[in-house]
């Protein structure tokens, strides 16, 4: 299994990135991704996840209403729309496959005020 996120960068206060999570190795059809984010001296706190058994998505409740998980299936790819960008959303941003407990290598997102 491999996870490859990209989409990462630099935004201002209430601008939108979209980060992709390319994946392979595994049945996407069987598909069970999260992201994951780690700011700089705080745990990895989980964002958003979303698998194809029964098209379920799920959110912290900090970023509710504000991201959007999404997955293509044709790409093997899982996105995670992000919008109204906060500082406090600054962190890496890891993508999971939660079958198999793959992480990619993250990407930086960095919101300035």
């Known amino acids: 299994v491999q996870i490859v996120e990209s989409g990462g960068g630099l935004v201002q206060a209430g601008g939108s990135l979209r980060l992709s999570c390319a994946t392979s190795?595994?049945?996407?059809?069987?598909?069970?991704i999260g992201w994951f984010r780690q700011a700089p001296g705080k745990e990895r706190e989980g964002v958003s996840c979303i698998n194809n058994s029964d098209e379920d998505t799920l959110y912290a409740d900090s970023v509710r209403g504000r991201f959007t998980i999404s997955s293509d299936s044709a790409k093997n790819t899982v996105y995670l729309q992000m919008n109204s960008l906060k500082p406090e959303d600054t962190a890496v941003y890891y993508c999971k496959d939660l079958n198999s407990g793959t992480w990619g290598q993250g990407t930086q997102v960095t919101v300035s005020s």
């Open positions: 190795g595994f049945a996407f059809e069987d598909y069970a």
